[in-house]
């Protein structure tokens, strides 16, 4: 919580400021709670954004498999990818190089690969489709300029309970030459 923001605890009557506390100092936990709010509340990554997958760990090369996970990919009206990088408290920081990693990489996606990582989080919701081509509806329905190029500039989103000064500096230095990024 910023010092200039107050926050109060409301009983009855009677309103006491609230102690600001970290998220793990509150017991939440990164995939348990923070991810799982984010799935739940996506707007939060920006205005009209349908969670594609989350814990994305597909990412092949030459060499084969790599284990990194995504946390959370997003596709936005506009038809841009939503990169969601997501940290408990304060931001390690290597996690604006972590972000940028991982929408280099998606940024080379296919609307098919994209269609299939929608398929393959989505199975087991109520409604899911069954089918790649049911998959690439929906997301076309949300997206419909959706095309391989619009693939090829995504978003970047960091959320995180507090910012260190170095991620916070090369945000706005990204921010400034043309990278879409926001904390």
Same mark, same amino acid.
Do not use: C
């Given at each position: 919580?910023?010092?200039?923001?107050?926050? =109060?605890?409301?009983?009855?009557?009677?309103?006491?400021?609230?102690?600001?506390?970290?998220?793990?100092?509150?017991?939440?936990?990164?995939?348990?709670?923070?991810?799982?709010? *984010?799935?739940?509340?996506?707007?939060?990554?920006?205005?009209?954004?349908?969670?594609?997958?989350?814990?994305?760990?597909?990412?092949?090369?030459?060499?084969?498999?790599? #284990?990194?996970?995504?946390?959370?990919?997003?596709?936005?009206?506009?038809?841009?990818?939503?990169?969601?990088?997501?940290?408990?408290?304060?931001?390690?920081?290597?996690?604006?190089?972590?972000?940028?990693? =991982?929408?280099? !990489?998606?940024?080379?996606?296919?609307?098919?690969?994209?269609?299939?990582?929608?398929?393959?989080?989505?199975?087991?919701?109520?409604?899911?489709?069954?089918?790649?081509?049911?998959?690439?509806?929906?997301?076309?329905?949300?997206? #419909?300029?959706?095309?391989?190029?619009?693939?090829?500039? #995504? !978003?970047?989103?960091?959320?995180?309970?507090?910012?260190?000064?170095?991620?916070?500096?090369?945000? *706005?230095?990204?921010?400034?030459?043309?990278?879409?990024?926001?904390?």
């Amino acid at each position: 919580m910023k010092r200039d923001e107050l926050v =109060y605890a409301v009983e009855g009557k009677s309103a006491k400021a609230a102690v600001p506390i970290s998220l793990s100092q509150a017991g939440f936990h990164e995939r348990q709670h923070l991810q799982e709010w *984010v799935l739940a509340n996506p707007e939060i990554l920006g205005d009209d954004v349908l969670v594609v997958t989350s814990e994305f760990d597909q990412w092949f090369s030459k060499d084969g498999r790599d #284990p990194d996970r995504l946390d959370i990919l997003g596709l936005g009206a506009d038809s841009r990818l939503v990169v969601a990088e997501l940290k408990r408290d304060l931001t390690p920081d290597f996690v604006t190089m972590q972000a940028i990693n =991982y929408a280099s !990489r998606a940024s080379r996606f296919a609307v098919d690969q994209l269609a299939d990582a929608y398929l393959r989080f989505h199975r087991d919701r109520p409604g899911a489709m069954a089918t790649s081509e049911e998959a690439s509806a929906q997301l076309l329905g949300h997206a #419909p300029g959706l095309t391989a190029e619009t693939l090829r500039n #995504p !978003r970047i989103v960091i959320v995180a309970g507090d910012f260190s000064l170095k991620v916070t500096s090369a945000a *706005v230095w990204l921010s400034e030459r043309g990278i879409d990024i926001s904390l």
